[in-house]
């Protein structure tokens, strides 16, 4: 028998919120697309079916409420494999192979559930059809930690001197509501945020009547757009002045919504605590999905 007691977590909201992430109204509110997600996965993994629905070696997770619970309890426990086989009665395997399935389908789910951010903008007529009622926009950098490469040039690549550690990056831009609108593609930690910002393009694709609040990472986008605020830079051996600092800190103030989302975000030990998995770019895939779960929380609360 596993150890997770499935119906007790499902009944206490605490203890469903600790171990997924979800309390049990935003639980039910996801089942059903995650459910549809999951039909329409396994059509298209196995178009011609030899055996009939239900044939076979029964699965350990049986029911479509113990599929998404484990999923949830990954992204927000993030244990070994190991430990997910003794939790869950699985072989070693057997959790890589659950988690790599039902990771997709978690994501399509969050999809056909309007939660998953754009990866790029278009345009600005995207942006208003997308995200009417947008008051304001945060953009800023969030970073993960990872294994120190060993490859040299990777090393390099990957070494944040802002962390001051070896991370990977993400560009987001958030909404006064504390809504993820926009996340970039995982970049190396070495990349600056005012770099990546100008590949990614945020800026460009948001109206001039959407004020855009950045902090000093960013310098220098205020000569190319008339809608940016950014805070007053202490100039070299001179001083601020009192009214330069009110200004400042009213704009940490609002721009603290930004730095609130990405903290619902890292309740996810998948996208917070040292990356682990060894695919390739998959980093990028947990952090676009714990992010649709964020806003889903958001939609869902």
Not at 17 to 27: I, P
Not at 52 to 65: D, N, V, Y
Not at 111 to 120: F, S, T, V, W, Y
Not at 252 to 259: F, L, N, T
């Amino acid at each position: 028998m596993p150890m997770i007691n499935l119906e007790r977590a499902l009944n206490q909201d605490r203890l469903l919120r600790a171990l997924t992430g979800l309390n049990r109204k935003a639980f039910d509110a996801l089942l059903p697309s995650f459910e549809q997600a999951y039909e329409a996965s396994r059509i298209a993994a196995k178009p011609q079916r030899q055996r009939a629905i239900g044939g076979g070696r029964k699965a350990r997770l049986q029911s479509i409420e113990a599929k998404l619970f484990y999923i949830l309890f990954y992204f927000k426990c993030y244990p070994t494999f190991d430990l997910a086989g003794i939790l869950f009665d699985l072989d070693r395997s057997q959790t890589h192979e659950w988690m790599h399935g039902l990771q997709p389908v978690l994501e399509a789910a969050l999809g056909h559930e309007l939660a998953l951010p754009e990866r790029k903008l278009r345009s600005i007529e995207a942006f208003m059809e997308m995200f009417p009622g947008v008051e304001r926009v945060m953009i800023d950098g969030t970073e993960r930690p990872i294994q120190r490469p060993q490859d040299p040039d990777k090393q390099t690549l990957n070494y944040s001197g802002k962390k001051r550690r070896h991370t990977r990056k993400h560009l987001a831009a958030v909404d006064q509501r504390k809504r993820v609108l926009v996340l970039s593609q995982a970049r190396e930690g070495k990349v600056h945020d005012k770099r990546l910002e100008t590949e990614e393009e945020i800026a460009f694709n948001i109206p001039d009547a959407i004020p855009i609040e950045v902090d000093l990472g960013f310098q220098g986008l205020q000569s190319e757009y008339t809608n940016i605020r950014i805070p007053h830079k202490k100039p070299r051996g001179g001083e601020l002045t009192e009214l330069q600092k009110q200004e400042n800190r009213a704009l940490s103030q609002s721009r603290v919504v930004c730095e609130n989302a990405f903290s619902g975000i890292k309740r996810y030990g998948a996208v917070s605590a040292i990356y682990r998995n060894r695919i390739e770019d998959f980093d990028d895939r947990l952090m676009l999905t714990a992010t649709g779960l964020w806003n889903f929380y958001l939609m869902a609360a």
